[in-house]
Nanobody
């Protein structure tokens, strides 16, 4: 089992930046960031393979960067040029299964989840 603890959420004005962190208790082949607005389905934001290959959804390409520090077992999400529509609860997720190609950005592909951290972007 992999335990995940997110941090770094907060409130920011549109155009601003935030960096989310996720501390993991163990190894995962894929790790990802997801977000959810109340009343809507959870959606993928970005994922990263254990060797560092990232995968982004179209809505965040060029604005968000996913990265990891393997020594610290910490996953990051640098979010720049934030928009009000980025407002959501952000979750870190991990999975140990080997994947061919990019790590997926679908929530159903991840077994372990953190508790989430709120990001609010005001206009």
């Amino acid at each position: 089992q992999v335990q995940l603890v997110e941090s770094g959420g907060g409130s920011v004005q549109a155009g601003g930046s935030l960096r989310l962190s996720c501390a993991a208790s163990g190894y995962a082949y894929c790790m990802g960031w997801f977000r959810q607005v109340s009343g809507k389905e959870r959606e993928g934001v970005a994922a990263i393979r254990s060797d560092g290959i990232p995968n982004y959804v179209d809505s965040v390409k060029g604005r968000f960067t996913i990265s990891q520090d393997k020594a610290k077992r910490t996953l990051y999400l640098q979010m720049n040029s934030l928009k009000p529509e980025d407002t959501a609860m952000y979750y870190c997720a991990a999975d140990r299964r080997w994947r061919g190609g990019y790590c997926p950005t679908g929530p159903d592909d991840y077994a372990y989840w953190g508790q989430g951290t709120q990001v609010t972007v005001s206009s």
